[in-house]
C-alpha cells in the first residue's frame, strides 16, 4: 500500500496501559491512519518522519482556550492563537464562548466556526454559552456540533452572566437530554464579591492577597452546587482549571458516588503557588487564582488517583498594557498553549507523572469526554492521523520573546524544560516541525462531537416541572 506520510521509528505511547508502547511505524493515508506495523518499507516518493529515538504521542489537545476571536483580536486571534499552540506542539483546540459577541446562539456559532475555519492552522471545536436566557437556542447549538455548553457562575472576563439557579437547572435539564456536557467556570460570585471588597478596602497591593479575595471555598462551594445539580438532573458536568484542594476533595467524593463529572486543571496551578506572586505580579493574575503550596499539591495528587480527567491550559491572553496595571484593574488571564506541553514533559522527566499518563490526561481525555474518541486521541485504525512528537531529552528555557501568541506574557518566562515537541501532525499533515511552522491557516477544521447516543445516562435523571401536564 502507498501511503502520504510515514512516521518511521518512533516510540508509541499508549495513553491507556503504561505496559504497551511499542515502537513501530505509523502509516498514513488520505489524513488517517491506515497502518501500524513494525516496519513499514517505504516505497519511492513517500514522505518519511524520521521518529527514530522520538515518542509519539497522540496529537495533544488543550480543550480550553480563549483565542479572542471575533472582537477582542487586539488580544489575540484565531490564527496566531493556533500558530502558537502548533509550535507548542497541539493538534487540537477547544474555543470558548466570551468572545465579542459571546458564542451563545446559532448565528454566532457559524460566524465563529467561519472564521475560525479560515484561520486556524490545526483542528479545533467550540463552546457555546449557556446563561440565563439562551435555554431556547441549545438545540440549535446542538444541532451545529457545539462540543459542550459553558456556564460562567464567577463573573470573569467578557461579563457573561450566571444564570439564576432555575434558569441553571432548567438548561441543564435540557443539555442532559442533548447528550451534552455543561463545562464550569466555578466561583461564587457573592462570596468573591465580599472578600474583593474587603481586600481592595484594606489599600494594600500585595499581589498574594488575590488568592484571598477569591478564597478557595469560593470555588468549593460552586463546585457543590454543581454536583448537586447534576446528581439532580443526571447531566454530565465539567469543572474547568480546578485551583484548590477542596474543589479537588469534592469533585473526588462525587465521582465515588457515581455522579457524572469530569475535571481538568492547567499548568499554572500545577507549577506555581502563592509564594511567586511576589515576583510575578499580575502576570500570574487569572480567575480562579493560583493559591497555596498544599493546594498545588493535591491538584497532583487529584491527577494522579483520577479525581481531574485532564490537563488543559485555558489560554487566556491581554495586551501588555492590560496586564501591567495595578492589582485590582489588571486583567486576569495567562497565556498558555505554546508552553504547556515542555512543562508537563519536564515533570514527566522528573517522575511526577509517566508519559503515558500525560497523553491520557492531554489527548485521550479531552477526547473522550467532549465526545471525540476514538477520532481524535487514539491510534485507532482509520481515524484522525493527529500526533504529538516530543524529545525527551532536549533542554530549553521558557522566553517570552520566544513565544507566538500576540501578546507574550508567560509567567514562565526562565522556567528551565527538559523535554520538548519536536512535531504537531494534524491529519496527516505536518504543521510544525523542528521550531518551524509548515502548515497554512485555514488548515484546521471544525471538529463536531460524534451523535450523542450512547452517552447520555438517563439513570438517576429527575424530571422538572412540566406545566403542560398539568392543563
Ligand atoms: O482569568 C480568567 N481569564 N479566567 C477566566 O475564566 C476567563 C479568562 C479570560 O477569558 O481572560
Ligand atoms: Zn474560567
Ligand atoms: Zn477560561
Given at each position: 500500500m502507498k501511503y502520504d506520510l510515514i512516521i518511521k521509528g518512533g516510540i508509541l505511547v499508549n495513553p491507556l496501559d503504561s505496559g504497551a508502547d511499542v515502537v513501530a511505524d505509523v502509516g498514513i493515508r488520505r489524513g488517517k491512519i491506515a497502518c501500524l506495523a513494525g516496519d513499514l518499507a517505504p516505497s519511492q516518493g513517500e514522505d518519511v518522519y524520521d521518529a527514530a529515538g522520538l515518542y509519539v504521542l497522540p496529537g495533544i489537545i488543550d480543550a480550553h482556550v480563549h483565542f479572542?476571536?471575533?472582537?477582542?483580536?487586539?488580544?489575540?486571534?484565531f490564527a496566531s492563537g493556533s500558530a502558537a499552540a502548533a509550535y507548542g506542539g497541539l493538534t487540537m483546540v477547544a474555543d470558548m464562548p466570551n468572545t465579542v459577541p459571546a458564542t451563545a446562539g446559532v448565528r454566532d456559532f457559524r460566524e465563529k466556526a467561519g472564521i475560525a475555519g479560515g484561520k486556524s492552522y490545526i483542528d479545533f471545536g467550540l463552546f457555546a454559552a449557556m446563561t440565563g436566557d439562551n435555554v431556547g437556542e441549545l438545540e440549535g447549538l446542538a444541532g451545529e456540533g457545539v462540543l459542550g455548553f459553558k456556564v460562567f457562575l464567577g463573573s470573569s472576563v467578557g461579563g457573561l452572566a450566571a444564570p439564576g439557579p432555575g434558569s441553571l437547572l432548567e438548561g441543564m435539564g435540557k443539555t442532559g437530554s442533548l447528550g451534552l456536557r455543561i463545562a464550569f467556570h466555578a466561583e461564587d460570585n457573592e462570596l468573591n464579591g465580599y472578600f474583593t471588597g474587603i481586600c481592595r478596602a484594606a489599600g494594600a497591593d500585595d499581589p498574594a492577597l488575590l488568592a484571598g479575595a477569591r478564597p478557595a471555598v469560593s470555588e468549593a462551594a460552586s463546585i457543590a452546587r454543581v454536583l448537586l445539580f447534576s446528581e439532580y438532573t443526571g447531566t454530565p458536568v465539567h469543572i474547568c482549571h480546578v485551583s484548590s484542594k477542596l474543589g479537588v476533595d469534592l469533585i473526588r467524593r462525587a465521582k465515588g458516588r457515581g455522579i457524572p463529572v469530569s475535571a481538568e486543571t492547567c499548568p499554572q496551578y500545577l507549577f506555581l503557588d502563592e509564594g511567586d506572586y511576589r515576583r510575578l505580579g499580575t502576570r500570574?493574575?487569572?480567575?480562579p487564582p493560583i493559591r497555596g503550596a498544599e493546594d498545588r499539591e493535591a491538584l497532583w495528587r487529584g491527577l494522579g488517583d483520577g479525581a481531574i480527567d485532564m490537563i488543559a491550559t485555558d489560554h487566556a491572553p491581554h495586551t501588555a498594557e492590560e496586564k501591567d496595571r495595578s492589582l485590582w484593574e489588571a486583567l486576569s488571564g495567562i497565556m498558555g498553549v505554546e508552553t504547556s506541553v515542555p512543562l508537563l514533559l519536564t515533570a514527566v522527566n522528573q517522575g511526577r507523572l509517566s508519559l503515558n499518563d500525560y497523553a491520557r490526561l492531554a489527548s485521550a481525555a479531552p477526547a473522550r469526554i467532549w465526545g471525540l474518541y476514538p477520532q481524535k486521541g487514539s491510534f485507532a485504525?482509520?481515524?484522525?492521523a493527529d500526533f504529538t512528537i516530543v524529545d525527551m531529552n532536549r533542554a530549553g528555557v521558557i522566553r517570552n520573546g520566544d513565544l507566538?501568541?500576540?501578546?507574550n506574557s508567560s509567567p514562565f518566562e526562565g522556567f528551565r524544560t527538559l523535554g520538548s515537541p519536536r512535531a504537531a501532525i494534524v491529519r496527516g499533515r505536518i504543521v510544525m516541525k523542528d521550531g518551524v511552522l509548515l502548515g497554512n491557516a485555514g488548515y484546521g477544521r471544525l471538529v463536531r462531537p460524534a451523535p450523542p447516543a450512547g452517552r447520555v445516562d438517563p439513570a438517576g435523571r429527575r424530571p422538572l416541572v412540566d406545566p403542560a401536564a398539568h392543563t
Open positions: 479572542r476571536d471575533p472582537g477582542l483580536t487586539h488580544k489575540e486571534d500570574m493574575k487569572v480567575y485504525l482509520n481515524t484522525d507566538h501568541s500576540k501578546n
